[in-house]
């Protein structure tokens, strides 16, 4: 049974960092492609990045360039999102998702739409304030 759990959230002044960790559970990272998403206050989710583990391909939000890093940590079985120069903006529950990649065919790229994703963790509260 797929299982993700995000930890790493947390209170943090603007310009901070915080290290966002999806951890899997019940599926092999490799079949899979991870997405991680934020929702604040009155607003929609939104997709801020997103890797293939098949090819190692990944995808940023175009508000996140630059500042937030996603990759894989095998000794945890984990996805993390590296996530600096934090904004008031960036206040969010954040989400990490998995998407199964099709057997037998080169994907390229990672889906960036939650539609596309099956299963979800219960999301880290990441709080940026003075």
């Known amino acids: 049974q797929v299982h993700l759990v995000e930890s790493g959230g947390g209170l943090v002044q603007p310009g901070g960092s915080l290290r966002l960790s999806c951890a899997a559970s019940?599926?092999?990272?490799?079949?899979?492609?991870i997405g991680w998403f934020r929702q604040a206050p009155g607003k929609e989710r939104e997709a801020v990045s997103c890797?293939?583990?098949?090819?190692?391909?990944?995808w940023y939000a175009d508000s996140v360039k630059d500042r937030f890093t996603i990759s894989r940590d095998n000794a945890k079985n984990a996805v993390t999102l590296q996530v600096n120069n934090l904004k008031r903006d960036d206040t969010a529950v954040y989400y990490c998702?998995?998407?199964?990649?099709?057997?037998?065919?080169?994907?390229?790229?990672?889906?960036?739409?939650?539609?596309?994703?099956?299963?979800w963790g219960h999301g880290t509260q990441v709080t940026v304030a003075s």
């Open positions: 998702a998995a998407d199964r990649l099709p057997v037998g065919t080169l994907v390229i790229g990672c889906p960036n739409t939650r539609y596309e994703y099956d299963h």
């Open positions: 019940g599926f092999t990272l490799d079949d899979y492609a």
């Open positions: 890797r293939n583990n098949r090819e190692g391909d990944t």
